[in-house]
């Protein structure tokens, strides 16, 4: 059964830096376009990042935006989300998920476990 496992969430300062990882479970890692979500508590869940298949074409969410980077390694079959400067309101369960189609910011079918990261002095 394929699946996906987030790794790595913790807490961290204001400012601070954190880097997660996902590991993909499958025999078939680069045929999946890859993509990291979160959700905070009483909020919806937001597209946060989203990497092709071989890693070449990547799109954030605004709030992102020069802080988070994320890259795949389809040779360990790992996506990872490097996450600087950053804020209270990054604090969220942070998803990663998987899909075989084309559209970046949705329709994602295979979902990891998430992990919590939070962010507080």
């Known amino acids: 059964q394929v699946q996906l496992a987030e790794s790595g969430g913790g807490l961290v300062q204001p400012g601070g830096s954190l880097r997660v990882s996902c590991a993909y479970s499958g025999r078939t890692f680069s045929n999946y376009i890859m993509g990291w979500f979160r959700q905070a508590p009483e909020k919806e869940r937001e597209f946060v990042a989203a990497i092709s298949r071989g890693g070449a074409l990547t799109i954030y969410g605004d709030s992102v935006k020069g802080r988070f980077t994320i890259s795949r390694d389809n040779a360990k079959n790992t996506v990872y989300l490097q996450m600087d400067s950053l804020k209270v309101e990054d604090t969220a369960v942070y998803y990663c998920?998987?899909?075989?189609?084309?559209?970046?910011?949705?329709?994602?079918?295979?979902w990891g476990q998430g992990t919590q990261i939070t962010v507080s002095s």
């Open positions: 998920a998987a899909q075989r189609g084309a559209d970046y910011r949705n329709n994602y079918d295979l």
